[in-house]
């Protein structure tokens, strides 16, 4: 190092600008410098910044008893090496980040930016440049990419589709999630509009909900059911809410998707084990019932051998008193018919069938359900008292499953009418009101009625009152009547018992 | 209260105006005379205690069922056999309504024949009893005819006592006795011993 460079000072500066540049270079957060471009850079001026930087004084680093690639970190001299070299080969000056490990043993990380200013008469190059502490700047950086990490980690496995758009609908992002559920990779989708993600039927009522939701009124997050289609066509049911991202200049929007697939299967399996336990209720019922049934039936019966006998004895009479043969044998097929009927009436009963809505006359429905009520009444000495209005209406059913419904509900009643130790002969009603565009149904029973308590738990599935209930009775009857668009509602009546009641459409 | 005045019926109650009807019509077809009610309440309102015969009774009724008809007119003091009309599952309540003094009780649907014959026995019974009962009445007129001391002879030549040890009882001459006797057979219609001690012991 005998063929040092002049200070710095001496070349550019003399008296007062020198001071100013002094003065300057010690505001200066980090270090300038002048060296030569060879091994470990000797330095022959820095500025006082550079006590700061790695806890050498001016003088320690300018006698060159230290070098400044002594302070470079081991595991980076080499990458500062040849990106130095490669500016200053092509004559452009150089910028690089790297780690120091400062006489205290502390690493930083600094940023250099220096150039060739001159070279020595043997051709070294001599550097001019500057090096600053960016360590806080550096750590910001990587807690950032850990955030970023995170958060990227978290959407991707989430089980819903998250996907950012642009404010034209432009798809920017797509986590894992969305890959799994369309089988488009992230990189095939991106640019594309996420209205190709639906059904291309649903593409209208999309746009609407996109355009609807880009400028949103409120906060509530707000959502559409829609059939999505993946990369092979397959459409699927979506659930689809969308959200404004907020705190970006440009409006960005994250759209969720969740695949309704599954959700709607579950719903239909419900559905059908609901129809499965109906049709076990009708059995149950009819258990119940069997008692009443085969009355129903032995009564005619009864008749029917009778008159048959009769008949036979009138012919065996002598001289035969045909008179009364055509009166016997009259009467006899008449309750032929009437057994006929009751077993037909058991068979609709004990049918599992779909359900359909059909247009009944609701006179013929409830008259029809009054008489097989009333076989069970009978039993418990109560009366169903029918009140009608004068002309019913056709209404939109499934009369099966309407009288079920209804037959339930009669049943309750007088069970809680005898829990109410009504009397012998005790009425309960069923009742139907023509409220112009429907039908009302009520059964209006004078039990128990019906206590906060029990109100509470009254649709549960598999609560009962009742010692030999299932508990699905109620239960069941209010999936029908809200399979036809109704409610089942209750209220206690005035002075004692309970009305239930629903309503049925009116076919005009 | 003579058996002209009141004829045997066959009562028939039940609910069911087909089974009613038909059971009318069958026992017209075999001759016998009945009469109809839809319940055992009215039944009840026309009863009167001189009614001769027997009831046909549904078992299971709304209203008062056929049990409870059974046990009011026992209470009443009805001797009217009851035959009663079972459905299916009534076994139970057949087998109380004979427990309770049932004449018998058919299944549904009726076998015809067994059940015209039973209707016979039943009638037949319904005789006798009353025929028993007009005695046992008209035993009773006797005995309440009887003086004070001739009632005491009664009691004990109907216990198989000797003249010679009633006159010791009751401490009159034996002679007495015999007038008494005699007079108690005269009154009571009796010709023989064994005569009077049957009407004592219907008396009992």
Request: proline fraction near 3%; hydrophobic fraction near 40%; aromatic fraction near 6%.
């Amino acid at each position: 190092m005998t063929d040092s460079p002049r200070p710095l000072t001496a070349k550019t500066a003399s008296g007062g600008d020198y001071d100013r540049l002094e003065t300057l270079l010690k505001n200066l957060p980090g270090m300038a410098y002048r060296c030569l471009n060879l091994t470990h850079w000797p330095m022959d001026f820095v500025s006082d910044g550079c006590f700061e930087l790695c806890g050498y004084r001016r003088q320690e680093i300018e006698s060159q008893l230290v070098l400044w690639g002594d302070f470079t970190h081991p595991e980076m001299i080499d990458y500062v090496d040849r990106k130095v070299r490669s500016a200053t080969d092509k004559g452009q000056p150089f910028e690089v980040e790297y780690r120091i490990i400062a006489r205290n043993g502390e690493e930083k990380w600094v940023w250099e930016r220096g150039r060739v200013v001159d070279h020595r008469s043997d051709g070294v190059a001599i550097l001019e440049g500057f090096i600053t502490d960016i360590t806080d700047r550096k750590l910001a950086e990587a807690a950032l990419m850990r955030a970023e990490a995170y958060a990227q980690a978290i959407v991707d496995s989430a089980v819903d589709a998250v996907i950012t758009v642009d404010s034209q609908g432009s798809i920017e992002s797509f986590n894992q999630a969305a890959s799994a559920m369309f089988g488009y990779r992230a990189d095939e989708v991106r640019g594309q509009h996420c209205r190709s993600l639906t059904a291309t039927s649903f593409y209208r009522e999309f746009d609407r909900f996109f355009q609807r939701n880009r400028v949103p009124a409120d906060d509530v997050i707000r959502s559409v059911e829609l059939n999505g289609c993946d990369k092979r066509d397959r459409e699927f049911p979506i659930l689809l809410s969308m959200r404004e991202i907020v705190d970006i200049e440009e409006k960005k929007y994250v759209i969720l998707i969740r695949d309704l697939t599954e959700q709607r299967h579950a719903e239909k399996e419900v559905r059908e084990q609901r129809d499965m336990l109906a049709h076990v209720d009708r059995l149950n019922t009819l258990g119940e019932m069997a008692a009443g049934i085969a009355h129903e039936i032995n009564q005619p019966l009864t008749a029917i051998s009778m008159y048959a006998q009769s008949s036979l004895r009138f012919l065996q009479h002598r001289p035969p008193r045909l008179e009364r043969l055509e009166d016997a044998l009259e009467k006899l097929s008449q309750q032929a018919h009437r057994a006929g009927a009751v077993i037909e009436r058991m068979q609709e009963m004990t049918r599992p069938h779909q359900s359909h809505h059909e247009s009944v006359d609701a006179g013929r429905l409830l008259r029809e359900i009054h008489g097989l009520a009333e076989v069970e009444a009978q039993i418990r000495n109560f009366v169903i008292v029918l009140r009608l209005d004068e002309s019913l209406p056709t209404v939109k059913c499934d009369p099966i499953q309407i009288q079920q419904v209804i037959l339930n509900l009669l049943r309750n009643g007088m069970e809680s009418m005898r829990a109410n130790r009504c009397k012998p002969g005790s009425k309960i009603v069923l009742q139907a009101r023509n409220l112009g565009d429907r039908l009302r149904i009520s059964i209006i029973d004078s039990g128990l009625g019906v206590s906060h308590k029990l109100e509470k738990q009254l649709y549960q599935p598999f609560m009962s009152t009742k010692e030999s209930g299932m508990g699905l009775g109620l239960s069941i009857s209010r999936s029908i009547i809200a399979a036809h668009g109704g409610q089942l509602e209750f209220s206690n009546n005035k002075g004692v018992g309970a009305t239930f009641y629903f309503k049925l459409s009116i076919v005009q | 209260m003579s058996e002209q005045t009141r004829p045997q019926l066959v009562y028939i109650i039940d609910d069911d105006e087909a089974v009613r009807d038909s059971i009318g019509m069958l026992l017209d077809s075999a001759d016998l005379a009945y009469c109809s009610f839809a319940g055992a309440d009215e039944f009840l309102a026309d009863y009167d205690g001189s009614q001769r015969g027997c009831l046909v009774l549904d078992i299971r009724m709304p209203g008062m069922t056929g049990l409870e008809l059974q046990n009011r007119l026992a209470e009443i003091g009805s001797s009217l056999p009851i035959i009663f009309i079972t459905g299916h599952g009534d076994v139970p309540m057949a087998v109380e309504a004979m427990r309770n003094g049932a004449f018998d009780f058919l299944r549904k649907p009726v076998d015809e024949s067994s059940f015209i014959d039973r209707i016979h026995t039943a009638l037949d019974q319904e005789s006798g009893d009353w025929r028993q009962r007009l005695d046992r009445d008209q035993n009773r007129e006797r005995i309440e005819s009887l003086t004070e001391r001739e009632r005491e002879v009664f009691r004990l030549v109907a216990e198989g006592l000797a003249n010679k040890v009633i006159a010791s009882d009751l401490g009159i001459s034996e002679r007495t006795v015999e007038v008494h006797r005699s007079q108690v057979m005269k009154k009571l219609d009796a010709r023989t011993l064994a005569q009077l001690v049957r009407i004592h012991l219907q008396d009992e």
